[in-house]
């Protein structure tokens, strides 16, 4: 049987959340991007391009990076 390796997903931890002005990042220490999730800060912008508020960005990217974050400690995080 072929051994899984312990990290599948090629990321360092502690995972940490980058916001810019189109995107909240979830990166690893060494910037590797784990996930990219696009904001827009207006609300009319937001209601035409379907995207969330910063704010909201931010929510999603911690979800993101917990998920990871078990997913790679096997629950231990």
């Known amino acids: ?9 090629g990321l360092a931890l502690p995972l940490r959340i980058v916001q810019l002005e189109e995107s909240v990042k979830v990166m690893d220490p060494s910037d590797r991007v784990a996930a990219y999730i ?3 800060a207006e609300r ?3 209601v035409q391009t379907n995207r ?21 400690t096997g629950g231990a995080g």
């Open 44 to 46: 009319e912008r937001r």
């Open 38 to 40: 696009y904001v827009a």
């Open 52 to 72: 969330l508020s910063p704010a909201e960005g931010v929510e999603v990217a911690k979800v993101i990076a917990r998920a990871l974050t078990d997913a790679i």
């Open 1 to 9: 049987m072929p051994e899984v390796p312990a990290n599948p997903f």
